[in-house]
């Protein structure tokens, strides 16, 4: 089962052209059938896509999308999580947390080898928590000072105590948060310059080939994985595709057989639903939920005011963006907090599409249209990121027209983006953040006025309302559950209320893949999972 | 020219030739910096989190928390022994990274280069010969419409009309992964490969080939020495290769020389849209992340390149037209 021979076309090729020209029969009912529970199937090469090209595979030292999806393949962290986010077991066979709720003991499995031949210990997960995470990665740095002591009762036993209850603290151990570095290979090295970053090392099914830059990442079954039997994968190629129009002719002639994240735009995703041999599948992101808004910086005058946003809230059809920009994909808001992380309270609704209370709303603000029906003009920078994110600008634009708002559009590239946010230098802009399974882990950061800091994903807009910091506060130093739900439940609406930040939607991005593979979406991480049970029928 | 002369000449160009790159660097490295963001804001904004300790901590281990004159000076310093400096954000050398990518951007414009002067050249040819007829016509729309159309354009419609619906060639990457081939089949699975992008690229100089090559060809066809070749009693033939091909080639030499100057920085369109892992996609890459080691070495390059083919084509000049004196 090896990837299309593009040389002639395949069977399947010809019968997806017949069936775009509606002549084929349906035949992968019964294929379909036939896949439900069949048994694993070993061998065979995984084609897939990588864009950008990531600058390095070391999870820790760089924490960027697409360093995610491919050496998640290669690392692996302490536990995995379901689509509930319920912790599942993976280098961590179970675990107790103590009466007082301040200790973690985690027994780990017992036949886990590094890449290189080397055991997997507790040691290894001291150091990567305590040193290696601690002072590479922000988000580890802030969740792992909080332990006071890490300890090692025996070679597959590791405690970690912290000085006080935190509940979301399993949410960290899952390999895009704090992956598990060997301690052999990096203690007491500068981590980021180690030349053993350019051949990576970890406990994960599929071990690291070759890289030929601008070309392809080659990644190998690793023989002496901790589960017998598995990976089933042979390879994993990771093809680097700089253009998305290339991108999507190669899902589409089998070049590829899956792509993931933003590889395939928005509007590229009707058309993969109709073809016969390819999945669509909008889950797997539950674990990020990644929450995209309209970014309004305070300092400027007159976003300050709540009544401008609700305004500006009240103007936008979010359903339109949802259906209209991204075909399906996604949902609106209704809520700070994603519907897929915890503590999302069902109760929680934006304002309506309802641009004739947008318009009461800025005339009780004080701001009249002008001859031209313009009230006030606002500039707004257009996130890099893709075709999509031009489009929903422009939309934008159209629809706060209509109550009387100019929106003035800027353009940017990535790197004078990040500056500008960072910085303050901006009006309004769109962003889009992960919410890492737990509001005090991703919505937090954003809203609490002591972390309004210069640099992107914190609170760059400046709102501060005493209040929401309080209950943010409570909800992060109680280990009670239904105490912490109470306080998350009264900062949304709350926040709601105030709407600092208009959210827009719930972005999922397609991970689209050929029928024949199983078991690639099954945890709340979706594409980030190791691959060890996904296999080509 | 005398040997002597041709030292002195060959002594002064390298001189200014020296002081042009340098210049360039400067230059380059001031423009670089003026951009917006840095590579640990563009870190940072792909990160999903971010602090204020990481910034200045990458910062710090770029060297970018330095005065501008300082980076300047320990670039320059740097350049002048031969050391391009590390990429940060791929933990590698500026000097290997590039090596790693020049081959394969060489071996396309290098492709289309030699594609386009054979095609363009022959089609002027033709033209010219038969100037006035149909063929000439043909030739002449035809490379008008190959200049008119933009590079990516061409490039997407050949993919689709070869790739997609007469499945003949693939419509990206430079060579069949996950198979090892050898000799002969390594090298015809390399040239599949590379036919599309090569065409995509050379097309656009076929066309200015042929249309210099066919108005020069015209031009010369109605001086002197020609009348006498033909009443001499020459063959035809021989008369348009020796006599009027070679006499027209001074254009095409021009044409070429600042063509190969691009060799290294003119496919990037090309190398994006068939994900071809050459330099020009490097320099983009290097350009949106902020990576200034590497974008700085990769314009040393390619005005290096320049300057030289410059020289080279002075040189070529002196030696096709000895009426012509290299100073």
């Known amino acids: 089962m090896t990837i299309f021979n593009h040389r002639q076309p395949s069977r399947r090729e010809v019968l997806a052209g017949l069936a775009a020209a509606g002549l084929a029969p349906n035949l992968l009912t019964l294929a379909e059938a036939a896949a439900q529970g069949i048994a694993p199937k070993r061998g065979g090469t995984l084609t897939t896509i990588l864009s950008p090209e990531p600058p390095i595979l070391v999870l820790g030292v760089n924490n960027q999308g697409p360093t995610l999806v491919c050496a998640s393949k290669i690392y692996q962290s302490l536990l995995k999580f379901s689509p509930k986010l319920e912790p599942l077991p993976q280098l961590a066979k179970s675990w107790t947390l103590s009466e007082d709720k301040r200790s973690y003991t985690f027994h780990l499995q017992d036949n886990d080898k590094w ?43 590791v405690v970690f105590t912290l000085d006080a ?3 979301p603290f399993l949410l960290m151990f899952e390999v895009t948060a704090a992956a598990m570095m060997p301690k052999h290979i990096y203690d007491g090295t500068d981590f980021r310059n180690n030349p053993a970053n350019q051949k990576p090392i970890g406990t994960g099914p599929f071990q690291f080939v070759e890289w030929q830059r601008g070309n392809f990442i080659r990644l190998a079954r690793f023989e002496g994985y901790w589960k017998p039997g598995q990976p089933y994968l042979d390879e994993i190629i990771y093809r680097i595709v700089p253009d998305s129009q290339s991108r999507a002719l190669a899902l589409q002639t089998g070049q590829v057989l899956l792509t993931q994240a933003s590889d395939i735009e928005p509007f590229d995703v009707p058309r993969f639903r109709e073809q016969a041999n390819l999945t669509v599948e909008t889950k797997g992101w539950e674990y990020f939920s990644p929450l995209s808004w309209i970014e309004t910086n305070h300092r ?13 809230s009240h103007a936008i059809d979010r ?3 949802v259906q209209r920009l991204w075909f399906g994909v996604g949902k609106p808001a209704t809520s700070p907090i994603a519907s897929t992380t915890r503590f999302y309270d069902p109760a929680s609704k934006l304002q309506a599409h309802d641009p004739r209370a947008a318009t009461q709303l800025l005339d009780a603000a004080g701001l009249k249209p002008n001859a031209q029906g313009v009230r006030f003009t606002v500039k707004h920078l257009v996130l890099p990121y893709g075709e999509v994110w031009s489009r929903l600008s422009e939309y934008l634009r159209t629809s706060l027209r209509q109550v009387g708002i100019e929106l003035v559009l800027e353009s940017t590239d990535a790197g004078a983006w990040a500056r500008r946010v960072g910085d303050w230098d901006y009006e309004t802009t769109i962003n889009f953040v992960y919410q890492y399974g737990d509001p005090t882990l991703g919505v937090e950061r954003t809203y609490v006025s002591t972390n309004i800091q210069k640099v992107t994903f914190t609170n760059t807009g400046g709102y501060a309302n005493p209040e929401i910091d309080k209950l943010f506060t409570a909800a992060r130093t109680t280990a009670d559950p239904t105490a912490r739900q109470a306080a998350f439940s009264a900062a949304q609406k709350l926040l709601i209320e105030d709407i600092p930040q208009i959210w827009l939607l719930e972005l999922a991005f397609p991970t689209i893949y050929d029928k024949r593979l199983q078991h690639v979406i099954e945890l709340g991480t979706g594409i980030h999972a190791c691959f060890d049970d996904v296999f080509l029928a | 020219m005398g040997g002597r002369k041709l030292a002195r000449f060959l002594a002064q160009r390298i001189v200014k030739m020296v002081l042009v790159v340098l210049a360039i660097i400067v230059v380059n490295f001031l423009l670089i910096h003026a951009a917006p963001g840095d ?13 204020a300790k990481f910034i200045a901590q990458l910062r710090q281990q770029f060297g970018l928390d330095r005065p501008l004159y300082e980076q300047l000076w320990i670039y320059v310093s740097g350049v002048v022994t031969g050391d391009l400096g590390i990429s940060h954000r791929q ?20 492709a289309a280069f030699a594609f386009a002067i054979a095609s363009g050249v022959t089609l002027g040819a033709m033209a010219a010969r038969r100037v006035g007829t149909l063929t000439d016509s043909l030739i002449t729309v035809l490379a008008l419409g190959f200049y008119a159309t933009p590079i990516f354009w061409v490039g997407l419609m050949l993919v689709l009309v070869f790739s997609v619906w007469l499945n003949w060639l693939p419509s990206f990457g430079m060579a069949t992964i996950g198979v090892e081939l050898h000799g002969m089949a390594a090298l015809v699975d ?6 599309l992008p090569a065409l995509t690229l050379g097309l656009f100089y076929t066309a200015v080939y042929a249309r210099l090559t066919r108005a020069s060809m015209l031009e010369v066809a109605m001086l002197d020495f020609v009348k006498t070749a ?14 009027i091909l070679r006499n027209a080639l001074l254009s095409v030499v021009t044409f070429a020389g600042i063509q190969a100057g691009q060799l290294i920085g003119g496919s990037i369109l090309v190398e994006t849209v068939f994900a071809w892992p050459g330099i020009g996609r490097l320099a983009f890459d290097a350009l949106l992340a902020r990576d200034y080691q590497l974008l700085l070495g990769v314009f040393l390059c390619t005005s290096v390149l320049v300057v030289l083919f410059n020289l080279v084509t002075d040189l070529l000049y002196a030696w096709i037209d000895p009426r012509v004196e290299a100073t």
């Not at chain 1, 976003?303 to 609700?310: A, G, N, P």
């Open chain 2, 39 to 51: 590579p640990a804001s563009v870190i940072a904004g792909q990160s999903g989190a971010a602090d």
């Open chain 1, 319 to 321: 359903d339109f963006i």
């Open chain 2, 230 to 243: 033909r009443a001499k009693g020459a063959p035809e033939g021989r008369i348009l290769r020796r006599h």
């Open chain 1, 165 to 167: 209850p935190f509940e």
């Open chain 1, 115 to 157: 890449h290189d031949g080397k055991p997997f210990t507790a040691d290894d997960v001291i150091f990567s928590v305590m040193k290696f995470h601690m002072e590479l990665a922000p988000r580890a740095r802030g969740i792992f000072a909080k332990i006071k002591e890490a300890s090692a009762p025996d070679p597959l036993t």
């Open chain 2, 190 to 195: 390399g040239a599949r490969y590379l036919i």
């Open chain 1, 300 to 312: 400027v005058k007159p976003l300050d005011d709540k009544r401008v946003r609700q305004a500006i």
């Open chain 2, 91 to 110: 933990q590698r050398t500026v000097a290997s990274l590039i090596l790693e990518r020049l081959p394969a951007t060489l071996l396309l414009t290098g």
